[in-house]
């Protein structure tokens, strides 16, 4: 039987599936999900080759964290066999980026989890921090949460591009492992390609999340939180539409898209039921016997033409 295809992480050694699983669904952030459907949604992500959990306090205000947690136990997951990301600084109260609460934050997601350590630690959408507090206070912090065996591994996440390279350009090499970006790699945003050879160079594992552009390549459309534009909005929505008339799926056209690219470790979709991972995993495997619909894919190109690139702002603008 076919199996979704693992990926190098930088210079991690960690072997990410190219999907990911991306549980701030389990938050209930894009509606209510019961524990039921969260533990079958993660036995079966796990019974279809994914190895790669990614949450946060933030999501939920820990509800992804303690769900996600419960299923890795109920399922008696050997611990080898799983890689599991978590974050600090952000929380539903706001963000705090000091060495203090990031200490204490992965003492309290590593009793959520029910785990010993966690893979990758991340600091979490740090454009709303000080970056010069990110280099100078955060990343030193997360260093001696990595000597202490509490994390294997550390990384940033944000929306802006410029953010990472502020703080790589400012780290001790090494002292970063991994970047998270996110909705700046699918049908509509391509932005990420650019920062690829930079982050080569620094020996950075780069995970590409949200392929789906949370939730705007969806039939059922975004969440009401969604941040893009009225006009990005209604483009996807056209593009959907569009799929859904030729009897086609959009999510399993823009998942695609964003896995053809192998410079990322993995795609990070979020999932919510066991019917989502299987369709997302048959995206996956179909992918590698078929390739992608190739016609289907310049249709929906052309209508997202108009809002090629286009982003939102995200964070304090300090650079
Ligand atoms: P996404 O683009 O993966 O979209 C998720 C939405 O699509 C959810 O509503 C989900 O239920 C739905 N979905 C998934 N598969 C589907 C399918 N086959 N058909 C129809 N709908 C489907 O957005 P996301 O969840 O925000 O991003 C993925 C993950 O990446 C997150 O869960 C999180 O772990 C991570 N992430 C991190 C950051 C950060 O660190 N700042 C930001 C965004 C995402």
Redesign the pocket.
Known sequence: MATLERRELGNTGLKLSCIGF????LGKV??DVTPADALAAVRLALQLGINFF???PF?GGTVSETMLGNCLRELNVPRDKIIVST?CGRYIDGFDFSAERVTRSIDESLARLKLDYVDIL?C??IEFGSLDQIVNETIPALQKIKESGKARFIGI???PLEIFTYVLDRVPPGSVDVI?S??HYSINDTTLVDLLPYLKSKGVGVIS???????L????GP?EWHPASSELKSACRTAAVHCKEKGK?I??LA?QYSLMNKEFATV?????SPK?VE??VTAGLELSSMGIDEDLLHEVEAILQPVKNQTWPSGIQQI
């Open positions: 991306g549980a701030s669904p894009f509606g990614d949450t946060s999501y974050k991340h979490h959408d996440t944000g929306l998270l996110y909705c999340a949200s392929p789906l552009a949370m939730g390549f969806t039939d059922n969440p799926n999510s399993k998942l990070l979709v979020g999932m919510n989502q369709e997302n």
